[in-house]
């Protein structure tokens, strides 16, 4: 008789999945679908010209990914996934409704824009600062949900951490991605060309009502979740660790000292700290046991002795940093979209005679293409190298990412000989005084980017993640989930950073800006071989933060292998079944 605990089970379980995954999936679905044509909106509705806008977009989605690390703290140590979660559903629904109303209220945005999609006037301080204010809106609620909705998640399975399930926790990871992906595809696609079709009444308004389900779907399911109660706040214990490691400086580390005694949990594996980062070990050093322990074995000054649990777990976060940044540099190349969809406004984007593809939705081959790369990786690729192999193979976690870097900035290479050839053949076509014109060179050359792109979040995006959520404590796992994210908003501001520094230096009064409002005059086949040599400066980058970090946890680290190490206890063979029931 089969049997399927995680669905007979009164709390958790697959039951709560579907609810807190079909919660991300819409917010994801109105979210994407209000700010992938939000160029076209600015540029038509609020006079703006492509790199103010393009700009104001990077800040926006900075915000809107690095709001998922606030409420990721916030989560794990006071207020708890769940409050979280709804909190950011309330708030976003408010900043769509809001943005939504811009469309219907005339004061809200510039009044004399034509027909044709272009304004005379700029937008006055209180129609910016009320456009700033919905963003702002939707970032932070966008914030709460995102930055609880793996981990939250995660809360209603048992058992995510055997070494047995390295396989399975990629899995899990992985088609979470892929059910988040889809949705922002749909959105990139369906719900632009609403935009582009019905106007902004109805294509803003379609978000709302998705909102809307979003909110309900995440609320309908609350007396069946798993709802953990916010732990220990972990920034005062990393405080602790390196307020401990200055007062007690002074102290002599010796490795080689048997009689050293070091502060640990009761029954805590970790007995006596590593070598890495040795200064903080000072910090879970016993001088006097007698003055610096309680008689039940607490230290008697918590700001003068820790534990080595803690110290370790502050020497894991920052561990994990410079390969953080390798991602981060990554990310700067994905926040390309508004120059990717100025580039696909120019081209021929016909399909048949009648049908034309939205520019705002070439961004969705970056997705689609991510999402197959996913499941041929999981389905078809390691499966068959199990088979050659004649044992459970997989790459690594650092593997997964170092492909991932290297892909990227040779995407980044084939981006820049495409703009290249889309640029002459403007010239050529004797349009390179008007933007808006389009050529007959087909927008399906952008398609090999897309292609290689894809493949780099595949791999880069999904181990990035799975790799801070199992080297990071497990009591930040709603950190370590959006890590990830805050890297998308660091890569936002770089770029946005980078964007300014090419306009300012590289332009004069008799040399066009390599990012100028006229794509068909500047030179974004430059600005493209820049971003490429920066990915491959970053290649060269990681190769030596990973050599640096030594192996990971379970040996994910090293070579790609078998992943059937370690043991588990007998009663997890259930929890494996209901794991592969999700995949």
């Given at each position: ?339 990717l969809l100025l580039q696909a406004s120019t081209m021929n984007r016909h399909i048949t005679s009648k049908f034309e593809i939205p520019a705002g939705s070439f961004y969705a081959f970056l997705l689609l ?84 792109l894809g493949f780099s979040e595949a791999m880069n995006g999904v181990g990035q993640n799975e790799f801070f959520y199992t080297e990071l404590p497990k009591n930040m796992s709603s950190v370590a989930s ?18 300014s520094v090419v306009r300012g230096f590289i332009s004069g009064e008799n040399q066009e800006s390599w990012v100028s409002g006229n794509i068909n005059k500047g030179h974004y086949d430059y600005y493209y ?55």
């Amino acid at each position: 008789m089969i049997t399927e605990p995680l669905l007979s089970n009164p709390k958790g379980g697959i039951r709560a999945l579907f609810f807190i995954i079909a919660n991300e999936a819409l917010e994801r679905l109105a979210s994407f679908g209000l700010s992938t044509n939000m160029i076209m909106y600015l540029t038509r509705e609020y006079g703006m010209d492509a790199a103010s806008g393009a700009q104001i977009l990077f800040l926006y989605s900075a915000a809107g990914n690095f709001m998922p690390i606030i409420g990721a703290f916030l989560a794990d140590t006071y207020v708890g996934r769940y409050p979280m979660i709804g909190f950011g559903c309330i708030t976003s629904l408010l900043g769509m409704v809001l943005l939504w109303l811009t469309t219907i209220i005339p004061e809200a945005r510039v009044p004399s824009c034509q027909i044709n999609g272009r304004c005379n006037n700029d937008a006055t301080a209180p129609q910016l600062l009320f456009l700033y204010f919905c963003l702002g809106l939707m970032s932070i609620g966008a914030g709460g949900i995102r930055s609880c909705s793996l981990a939250f998640g995660a809360d209603q399975l048992r058992k995510r951490d055997s070494l047995k399930y390295a396989g399975i926790l990629e899995s899990f990871f992985s088609w979470y991605y892929v059910v988040s992906s889809a949705s922002v595809f749909i959105s990139m696609t369906c719900l632009v060309y609403i935009q582009d079709a019905l106007g902004w009444k109805v294509g803003f308004g379609v978000p709302v009502v998705l909102m809307i389900l979003s909110t309900l779907s995440f609320f309908l399911a609350s007396p069946i979740y798993v709802k953990p109660k916010a732990k220990a706040n972990w920034l005062i214990g990393f405080a602790r660790v390196l307020v401990a490691s200055i007062r007690k400086r002074r102290i002599e580390l010796c490795s080689q000292n048997p009689d050293e005694l070091y502060h640990h949990r009761k029954g805590s594996a970790l007995v006596v700290p590593s070598e890495r980062i040795r200064f903080l070990n000072r910090a879970c050093v016993i001088k006097n046991p007698e003055e610096d322990l309680m008689p039940d074995g607490r230290a008697s000054d918590p700001w003068c002795l820790c534990t080595v649990d803690q110290v370790e777990e502050l020497k894991a976060l920052i561990k994990v940093i410079p390969i953080w940044s390798t991602g981060m540099l990554v990310s700067v190349n994905v926040c390309q979209n508004s120059f990717l969809l100025l580039q696909a406004s120019t081209m021929n984007r016909h399909i048949t005679s009648k049908f034309e593809i939205p520019a705002g939705s070439f961004y969705a081959f970056l997705l689609l293409s991510s999402t197959i790369w996913i499941a041929l990786y999981d389905r078809v690729i390691i499966p068959l190298a199990s088979k050659i192999r004649g044992k459970p193979t997989r790459l690594s976690l650092k593997q997964k990412i170092g492909l991932g870097i290297l892909v990227s900035a040779a995407s980044m290479a084939v981006l820049a000989i495409i703009e290249r050839v889309r640029r002459e053949t403007a010239i050529r076509e004797g349009i390179s005084d008007n933007p808006d014109a389009a050529m007959h060179m087909s927008a399906m050359w952008l398609l090999p980017f897309y292609f290689l792109l894809g493949f780099s979040e595949a791999m880069n995006g999904v181990g990035q993640n799975e790799f801070f959520y199992t080297e990071l404590p497990k009591n930040m796992s709603s950190v370590a989930s959006n890590l990830f994210s805050i890297g998308l908003s660091a890569a936002s501001l770089v770029a946005s950073f980078i964007v300014s520094v090419v306009r300012g230096f590289i332009s004069g009064e008799n040399q066009e800006s390599w990012v100028s409002g006229n794509i068909n005059k500047g030179h974004y086949d430059y600005y493209y071989w820049l971003l490429a040599s920066l990915g491959f400066a970053t290649f060269i980058y990681y190769l030596a933060c990973s050599k640096a970090y030594g192996p990971c946890k379970g040996g994910q680290g090293g070579i790609a292998g078998d992943v059937s190490e370690g043991s588990i206890d007998d009663d997890d063979d259930d929890v494996e079944d209901d794991y592969s029931s999700l995949s």
